[in-house]
């Protein structure tokens, strides 16, 4: 069984910085692309970033920049590095992987989720 499990989320200042994690287990995805996604209050689920397993990224055009998307294939596991944010990056933010290996800001590419994890950012 596919796991994805989110962690890292918290409280941060803005202007400050975090690091998301996301664990897979279950099978390999080191051939696959694995992305990044959030959800504010009131809002549908974004695309923030993703990564192929050849390492090309992809960044929603108003987070390239700040937010750092990378893996570790060794631990099946991707992060987040989340810099300078913002309080409206306040959002849950939920792990996604794919079959494929190409990258796309679509959720209908990703076949596996997390549950999510909370980041709030304070002034």
């Known amino acids: 069984q596919v796991q994805l499990v989110e962690s890292g989320g918290g409280l941060v200042q803005a202007g400050g910085s975090l690091r998301l994690s996301c664990a897979a287990s279950?099978?390999?995805?080191?051939?696959?692309?694995m992305g990044w996604f959030r959800q504010a209050p009131g809002k549908e689920r974004e695309f923030v970033a993703a990564i192929s397993g050849t390492g090309r990224t992809l960044y929603a055009n108003s987070l390239k920049g700040p937010f750092t998307i990378s893996r570790d294939n060794a631990k099946n596991t991707v992060y987040l590095q989340m810099n300078n944010p913002k309080r409206e990056d306040t959002a849950v933010y939920y792990c996604?992987?794919?079959?494929?290996?190409?990258?796309?800001?679509?959720?209908?590419?990703?076949?596996?989720w997390g549950q999510g994890t909370q980041v709030t950012v304070s002034s």
């Open positions: 996604a992987a794919s079959r494929s290996g190409g990258v796309s800001f679509d959720m209908l590419w990703y076949d596996y």
């Open positions: 279950g099978r390999t995805f080191s051939s696959s692309a």
